[in-house]
């Protein structure tokens, strides 16, 4: 018998903590997670495995980033509202973060102050904290609901298309199994492959944009840090189109034009 075996990383939630998120721009909420490597079969794991690191995920932009527990006061158990947990678990954010606050406070009021290199840092700072999640999605085979669905036109495609012509024209049946059978499998081809860019456009794009939406980018700036982390054989810079991410940035700016509050 076939036994899968092997090691797996188990997730434990340890509660929630208050600390700045780079995506979001400011203090947020987050879970903690402890991260460990347990031994698995047919991947059931018992226990939460060898200590490998925390992660935190934040809250409002869902983005995961490695954490360290040593920094926080405490964490809580229980979700709160963001003052009172940055009172219980990381009470002295602001002093410790004075100078990463001060540069966003400069982000969101007075922009034109900030020099082309910490444009570019800036900038470049949310493609390299998203790139591990490109480069997660595209270490493996993922099947979406479009690939699923094309998947189920092409058998009935194949199943009522041949039945059609056996009716209409017999001597014609085999030769249009092939026919519906070759389409069915450039349908769920041309479906694998668009799948990438909507992961791209549904997972990665919008989180991009919102992180990206108080330095209105130029087409020059998002391509030189595109180019660099290309170079760098970071799939985000090659996967992500910068036409989408222009898109969504022009969607974010005319909400925001609309409804200043948000
Ligand atoms: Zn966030």
Known sequence: MFI????????????HVADFCPICRKPSSFELQRVGSAGHIYYISAGEGELVGHERRCSVCSTTFHAQPSVYAS???TTAPLPDLIAKTFPNLHVLLKERLALEQRVQSQPATLSRDERHALIRNPFLLL?????????????????????????????????????????HAEQSALVFAVLGILLVGWQ????????MRREIVPVLAKSLAPLKPTRAELQTVSNELRQLRHKIGSKLRLADLEERLSMNMSTARRDPQL
């Open 75 to 77: 964490v809580s158990k």
């Open 4 to 15: 899968v075996w092997g090691k797996k990383l188990v997730y434990r939630k340890v509660g």
């Open 192 to 199: 694998f492959v668009q799948s990438g860019r909507r992961f």
């Open 131 to 171: 790139s591990p999640k490109v480069e997660k999605r595209y270490a493996a085979t993922h099947l979406d609901l479009e690939i699923g669905l094309s998947f189920l036109a092409a058998v009935l495609l194949l199943i009522f298309g041949a039945s059609a012509v056996r009716v209409v024209a017999p001597d």
